[in-house]
């Protein structure tokens, strides 16, 4: 609107306000006649059309997460992030009538049903008492904690380099306070707590016990070194801790265990000094490579050994020797000193005395039986050199009573998807050959459990075959769950029975067991993992189908009800801990993301919170799923995205964004933003007047740039002809994987007016002899065995190499190319980009390349990705809808 429309209004307005003020002096049916007037005013009642979001408007969009439930489920805490403005945290009851606001507040955690607090980073704890509404604010606290039982806070505060740590009642109070804490532990139960404190040169653990009344005792006090990497025995019977002393410095670095029993409060002290066999050249590691923990059971320490001086000859300025027959390359070798810096697991019975080192330089690698009675140890490069990323290699297994050691299995892979301790400690799985094999501890047998099974339960996609995994352990320690591609199955230890518990298959669902709060279907166990014990009676299920996605209840006597599902994209379940309430997340592209809270009991869903409210004021565009074959028949999904303001009388450009399969993004909402780590954002795009198309890419092994090119140009074709978009303004994107694509596509077919790739690979012969500098080492498994899906080596395979390589067919290229980069990408060095760079510039072809100093595969510098996002579109209006504004276009491919 312009200012004269602007004045006239407002000058309306005005005259409207001074007539209302009058109305309550008229004679009723005067009144009546000037309110009928003025709601019949042509400019007063005038109801403004929606336009399309503009970058002015940005920064009103925020992101919603989830934070915490209460254990009843009467409070929700959430918290929105937005680009431009103080990240804030929100609490609101069950019943979306009380909201409370905590700007930049972060850590949010409710004390039962009545309390809520949270920390602002840098000034201190907001404590909320939503019982009565009242808010206190608590300076200079650094971490804080609620008493299992609710009856106390414990606040860390630190100020003018002091820190103390104060217990203190519900409402803030200090009760007791202990100065030069540097470090606390709460025990299991959540009441009781050890402290180390530092006052001057004295040091201490203090135990401080919060039930009805606080206690404290001193556990140990002397002069020698500061105490650290305290930890509690599962049960909280016990706890452990080391003393530092020496320096890193001087190299003079030394640890002393620490155990305590608090049933027979005795301290127990593991001196290596003291020790006949323990190794010259190591000593304890301390921080997190101490790796110190307590056996369930209390009877052993497990700690880290490090090299006192690693002898490993890797100086900067000494030659480097890069053998010919290295199983690590020599950057692997430099990094971790042939194993010699990584800390070697040991094990110390206090109440003998008596120590084993576990691992080695030969054999570093760790995991436990669930009972930490055996060792299985490994190292991934035990065996010939071998072009995957996860190797196969020999596992030993080491009985730590006796010192033991055997080969376990042979030739195995050392991804740890495919080993699964059992919790109860009685059985290991491990997936080797397409099948699942339980050993069995006690019985040293190997039985293959899945053998019966005619169900595929690994995937094939990347070439490697990888298995679908496990879901957990049933509570009786007699069953395992497995999962294929749709179903979850029960099988016995022993193998003799195996029972389907969900019926995916039939309808295209895929079910996996959800934990609230958590994704993970295991805990850490060292170098591994111990699978969870489930019921597999009563399941909490996570459901994905090819529109559809959800949860559901999985009660094997009542059968299966949802909790949520249908079309949107539903996500991040969180349970109450005390009842059968849920929250979940649930958006579309043109429905802004929600907050829902459900009683299981119960139909009724009730919103807690609409986040970006502001969204209805302005146009959206629509997703839609679209369906295309390939040249080979196969049938594909994508996601077409439309303009906001579309207008079916008219054509627009369309804008062609690929990275192996995305049609999980249809029910995805896109929250417009000029930071984005890519430069690609959907809803800016559709605001401007584009269509996005993303489509699914169908691989075929040996071929993976032509699989790209077949795939996305069919999808293209699918919608040019629905007679939607103009087909000579169509625009390809893509990054990383995608952009690698995007190179190939465009040397393959002129279909395309305008591209822009990101830091994708451009050269497979040079790429393939290359170091992936993130890992250390060559980059020929992504070939061999991963992403690229080329199956066989450079060597067995010229011609399939060059056949998808970009750079090869540069010539071919007629596409207007912007080319994006990080100047320190470690995963896919910048040279590719400037390879491809080259080859075009040679061939005479239109192309800018950008390259962000300190930045890496995607951008994080938000300078940077506000630059590079307007210049993506840019380009694309450039190129797409014939703007001439951008004068660097203009200038950089003259």
Not at 393 to 410: D, V
Not at 423 to 445: C, H, Q
Not at 638 to 649: H, K, Q, S, T
Not at 654 to 682: A, C, T, W
Request: net charge neutral.
């Amino acid at each position: 609107m312009n200012q004269i429309q602007n004045s006239l209004l407002l000058q309306h307005i005005k005259f409207c306000n001074k007539h209302l003020a009058i109305r309550q002096k008229l004679p009723s049916k005067v009144a009546l006649y000037v309110f009928f007037w003025l709601v019949t005013c042509p400019v007063f009642g005038q109801v403004q059309p929606k336009e399309p979001v503009t970058a002015a408007d940005y920064h009103l969009w925020g992101t919603l997460y989830l934070d915490k439930i209460s254990d009843l489920g009467n409070w929700v805490s959430y918290r929105m992030d937005y680009d431009e403005h103080p990240d804030t945290l929100f609490v609101r009851n069950a019943v979306a009538t009380i909201t409370y606001k905590f700007p930049e507040g972060t850590n949010g955690t409710f004390n039962k049903e009545s309390q809520f607090a949270c920390l602002v980073p840098g000034k201190g704890l907001e404590l909320l008492n939503m019982e009565t509404a009242s808010r206190k604010f608590i300076p200079s606290v650094t971490s804080f904690l609620f008493t299992t039982n609710g009856k106390f806070l414990i606040t860390q505060n630190r100020a003018a380099s002091v820190n103390w740590v104060c217990i203190r009642d519900t409402n803030g109070k200090i009760l007791d306070s202990i100065i030069g804490v540097s470090s606390y532990k709460l025990n299991p139960a959540g009441d009781t707590m050890l402290c180390s404190v530092t006052e001057g040169n004295n040091n201490s653990i203090v135990q401080i016990t919060m039930r009805n009344l606080i206690a404290k005792k001193i556990i140990v006090q002397d002069n020698a070194g500061t105490f650290t990497n305290m930890v509690w025995q599962n049960n909280g019977q016990s706890f452990a801790f080391l003393q530092y002393s020496g320096d890193a410095v001087s190299g003079n670095e030394r640890n002393t265990v620490f155990y305590y029993t608090l049933k027979e409060q005795k301290m127990y002290h593991f001196e290596p000094e003291r020790i006949n066999n323990f190794p010259d050249d190591l000593r304890i590691a301390n921080g997190y490579e101490s790796r110190l923990t307590i056996s369930d059971d209390g009877s052993k320490i497990f700690f880290g050994l490090i090299k006192k001086i690693p002898t490993g000859e890797y100086a900067d300025n000494e030659v480097q020797i890069w053998n010919g027959n290295d199983k690590r390359l020599y950057p692997q070798r430099k990094e971790y000193r042939d194993w010699e810096i990584i800390a070697k697991l040991a094990a110390w019975w206090p109440r003998e005395n008596r120590f084993i080192q576990i691992a080695s330089d030969d054999k570093p690698f760790v995991v436990l039986d669930g009972k930490q009675e055996y060792a299985i140890t490994f190292n991934p490069t035990d065996r010939e050199l071998q072009y995957k990323l996860y190797p196969n290699t020999n596992f030993f297994l080491t009985e730590l009573k006796s010192g033991k050691t055997r080969l376990w299995l042979e030739n195995q892979s050392v991804d740890m998807n495919n080993l699964s301790i059992s919790p109860d400690g009685k059985y290991a799985a491990y997936f080797t050959n397409g099948n699942w094999w339980i050993y069995s501890f006690s019985a040293g047998s190997y039985t293959n459990v899945t053998k019966k099974m005619n169900r595929a339960l690994l995937s094939e996609e990347n070439g490697e075959p990888t298995s679908f995994g496990v879901e957990g352990w049933g509570l009786d320690g007699q069953t395992i769950v497995l999962r294929d591609q749709y179903d979850l199955w029960e099988i016995t230890t022993n193998g003799y029975s195996c029972q389907r518990i969900t019926f995916g298959m039939e309808k295209g669902i895929s079910y996996r067991v959800k934990r609230p709060g958590i994704d993970l279907s295991r805990k850490s166990n060292f170098d591994g993992f111990t699978g969870l014990a489930i019921d597999v009676n009563n399941l909490l299920l996570e459901a994905t189908a090819k529109e559809d996605n959800g949860y559901f209840i999985l009660d094997r006597k009542k059968g299966m009800y949802p909790i949520a599902w249908g079309k949107g994209f539903i996500s991040n379940l969180a349970k109450a801990e005390g009842s059968d309430v849920y929250v979940y997340q649930e958006e579309d592209f043109d429905r802004p993301p929600s907050l829902k809270i459900k009683n299981s009991k119960n139909d009724k869903v009730n919103i807690l919170i609409q986040s970006n409210y502001q969204h209805k004021n302005y146009l959206w565009g629509k997703a839609e799923a679209i369906h295309y074959r390939n040249s080979k028949g196969i049938k594909l999904n994508g996601v077409l995205f439309y303009p906001a303001a579309y207008n079916p009388e008219k054509k627009y450009p369309m804008v062609v964004h690929i990275y192996e399969k995305l049609f999980d993004r249809l029910h995805r909402y896109f929250n417009p933003s000029q930071f984005n780590m890519e430069g690609f954002n959907i809803a800016n795009l559709t605001a401007k007047g584009y269509f996005v198309l993303l489509p699914d890419i169908e691989y075929e092994m040996g071929n993976p740039g032509l699989s790209a090119a077949d795939c996305t140009i069919a999808a293209t074709k699918e919608v040019i002809r629905r007679g939607l978009v103009n087909s000579d303004k169509i625009g390809l994107t893509g990054h990383s994987f995608g952009g690698y694509e995007t190179n190939f596509i465009i040397t393959q077919t002129d279909l395309f007016a305008a591209a822009v790739s990101g830091a994708g690979i451009s050269d497979l012969r040079s790429h393939y002899l290359s170091i992936g500098w993130p890992l250390g080492s060559a980059e020929i498994w992504r070939y061999e065995s991963q992403q690229l899906r080329m199956n066989k080596s450079l060597f067995e395979d010229k011609d399939g190499y060059d056949r998808n390589s970009p750079v090869v067919h540069a010539d071919r290229v007629n596409t207007p190319l912007l080319l994006w980069t990080g100047e320190e990408d470690r995963q896919i060095h910048y040279y590719q980009s400037i390879a491809f760079y080259l080859a075009l510039q040679r061939c005479n072809k239109k192309e800018i390349m950008l390259v962000y100093p300190s930045d890496r595969h995607v951008i994080y510098d938000r300078s940077h990705q506000k630059d590079l996002t307007r210049r993506i579109e840019e380009w694309f209006d450039y190129y797409l809808k014939d703007k001439s504004e951008a004068k660097w276009i203009v200038n950089g491919t003259k």
